[in-house]
């Protein structure tokens, strides 16, 4: 696992972010899934094709409780770009998740009895459009007429993050409003006015924001902001942001210049040469 695809994780691994997801996105904020009713579940299942084993990880997964029992198995997964494949992708997911329940010898005995349900969750951070399709294991699929009545259709539960209404961004709770505020302005103003809302878990943040816009200034600036104090707000966080890439705009434009000169130098010369050539 590489390290930006790491940071985008950690703050949605918070038990609290993680429920703040998935009670907006399906329950319209309502509180139905409490912090304390999660625990880490497991990311790795493997499948067998013809010749190998391969293994698969999910992005962040989380078991609901209740009393002592599972009563869920949620899965969230990030993406920045629309995939053709993401059906085949969640319903693989999935489907380990399934394996898992059925027993064998081998596993120790529990009091789980009872199966419980998977569902996974994909959010989209796409800002030009919206992730309409596909979004369906059907509209992967070439199937025959004769055959469509009897292939069993998978649904993917997308979450278009940047098109949401302002009054849904507006009920995420946890550290998570702000990674989705972000992506709300970029889609509907084409710029970022950070708020001055206290951050919560501020390197989880700036950690996910790197990761997903690939501007690692998010995640550098925050240890130096960390040690001169101050408060913990985006609007500190994007000051030395800002301050920052204009600093290394004009070291990038002082050593250009550098280079058009030697190159401006090299022309001149060999012009020299040349003339002197030809007297």
Request: one cysteine or more.
């Amino acid at each position: 696992m590489g390290q930006k695809d790491l940071a985008s994780k950690t703050l949605e691994s918070l038990d609290d972010v993680f429920s703040d997801i998935i009670n907006n996105a399906l329950f319209e904020g309502e509180n139905v899934i409490a912090p304390e009713a999660l625990t880490d579940a497991v990311l790795h299942s493997q499948f067998k094709t013809a010749k190998w084993y391969h293994e698969q990880e999910r992005d962040v997964a989380k078991y609901w409780n209740k009393c002592g029992l599972r009563v869920a198995f949620i899965g969230v997964e990030n993406q920045t770009t629309v995939s053709r494949y993401m059906p085949l992708r969640v319903i693989s997911y999935d489907g380990g998740a399934y394996k898992e329940q059925i027993p064998s010898r081998h596993k120790k005995k529990t009091k789980q009895k009872l199966l419980y349900p998977v569902l996974s969750l994909v959010l989209y951070f796409g800002t030009k459009s919206k992730w309409e399709k596909p979004a369906s294991l059907k509209e992967v699929l070439e199937i025959p007429p004769e055959l469509e009545p009897f292939v069993n259709d998978y649904k993917v539960n997308v979450v278009n993050v940047a098109f949401l209404d302002r009054e849904v961004i507006d009920r995420f709770k946890s550290d998570f409003w702000f990674v989705a505020d972000y992506f709300w302005q970029l889609r509907n103003n084409k710029e970022y006015k950070p708020s001055k809302k206290e951050i919560k878990n501020a390197q989880e943040v700036l950690q996910m924001m790197s990761a997903l816009t690939g501007d690692n200034r998010f995640e550098r600036v925050y240890n130096k902001v960390e040690k001169s104090g101050g408060e913990r707000n985006m609007c500190e966080y994007l000051d030395k942001i800002v301050a920052k890439g204009k600093l290394e705009g004009i070291r990038e434009g002082k050593l250009e210049g550098i280079r058009e000169g030697k190159l401006e130098g090299i022309r001149e010369g060999k012009l020299e040469g040349e003339r002197k050539g030809r007297d």
